[in-house]
């Protein structure tokens, strides 16, 4: 018996937030090492304000801050024109979610993939629109909130408990703020 059925129509949209994702989930190294290099470049910039080249430098460096999503954008925008371009229909899906697995059916054929025991989930997403549930580095499921409805907390919960992993959220400096503000007020009282 099913606890989750949903119904995922992808769109152009739907893959640029799932290479959003997931470069959030499995690229750390890349953008820890954007940020320092950054902020390396910042420095320099600043100490050599004086020559023209000082402040191009700044500028590239605010480039490379800002645009850690480019290459994940790049590679949405090419799936999404080759798909236009075939002349097809972005892919539509219906997951199952069972007590052992999630079972993956392609529409409108029902085409059944290979079925994704919770244990091999590598990553779990979430953002104000989408759960997201990777197979691997390299491709992953989504689904939609509003497929939920109510049910979205119990579906966080079910997955959280079957994978043994928690929810990534596309973390934004408000969001970890409000975070950080929450734990402070449950946490213990400091003397």
């Known amino acids: 018996m099913p606890r989750f059925e949903i119904n995922m129509q992808h769109s ?75 002349n097809m229909d972005f892919p539509r899906s219906r997951y199952i979610f069972e007590e052992k697995a999630m079972r993956v059916l392609s529409l409108p054929e029902e085409e059944e993939l290979t079925p994704l025991a919770y244990s091999e989930v590598r990553g779990l997403g979430e953002d104000l629109t989408y759960f997201y549930i990777f197979r691997s580095e390299q491709g992953g499921y989504m689904v939609s909130k509003d497929a939920l409805g109510d049910r979205y907390k119990e579906f966080r919960h079910f997955m ?27 946490g213990p009282e400091h003397l």
């Open 12 to 86: 152009e949209e739907s893959f640029t937030a799932l290479a959003h994702m997931q470069y959030n989930l499995f690229c750390g190294r890349n953008r820890l090492a954007r940020t320092v290099i950054s902020a390396l470049l910042i420095c320099f910039g600043a100490a050599n304000m004086d020559a023209w080249w000082g402040l191009l430098i700044i500028a590239y460096a605010g480039y490379l801050l800002t645009s850690r999503y480019s290459s994940a954008n790049r590679t949405a925008r090419k799936l999404a024109e080759s798909i236009k371009a075939a």
């Open 160 to 186: 959280e408990e079957k994978t043994g992993r928690r929810f990534m959220s596309r973390s934004t400096p408000f969001r970890s703020f409000q975070a950080w503000l929450r734990s402070r007020e449950n």
